[in-house]
């Protein structure tokens, strides 16, 4: 490195106001404190532009990524909808999650739907309008099994966070999986949002 041009001389210039021989103190004073300035606010415009990176950059980190997320975290309601609506029953759902009884990392809860058959579109057999749920979070994805009659499974739950929703949205499939549903039952689309 070329000690003319190292950060230590340079730095010196700015700092040290080498006088003319013309010039009064009173001019030396103005040179130096004008210069003094302009490094005081140099100074202030780079503290700034750094703490807001790294304001920015907390604010990132504050949302966890998909696979840190916890099934703790997802304790609560959810409000769920479905596009389109799976054949006889409604297009929303209300799902309660918690902590399962027996084993802690897991979620159990209830989804609750208005059930009214018309007489185009009646109500699902198979399906009650409160069912048990008992699933994982496992790498970020939501896989639930819901049970109509606490015994079989009646419909299964699979989806992801959406990115930059801090695992408080998710999108999915849905799956009729009860006794009375096609052998082709389509995967319906799900949209689960954290209630507040």
Known sequence: MNPSHSPFIVLRYFLVAVPEPARSNQDIYSLMTSKLRRLTLLFIAACTH?????????TKAACPPAHALKAEQLHGLW?????????????RATLRLERHAEFTESLAGTVSREL???RD?????????????????EDGLLLLDE???????????NGEMVEGSCGRMFRGTWKDTSSSAP??????????????
């Open 79 to 91: 409000a769920a909808r479905f596009s389109p609506p799976p054949a006889g029953l409604p297009a």
């Open 147 to 157: 049970s109509s009659d606490n015994i079989s499974i009646t419909g299964t739950w």
């Open 50 to 58: 750094f703490s807001g990176v790294s304001a920015q950059n907390t």
């Open 116 to 118: 009214r058959g018309s």
């Open 183 to 196: 052998a082709n039952a389509p995967d319906v689309p799900f949209t689960l949002t954290r209630l507040p």
């Open 121 to 137: 579109t009646p109500a699902a057999a198979g399906h009650a309008a409160k069912a048990a749920l008992a699933g994982d979070l």
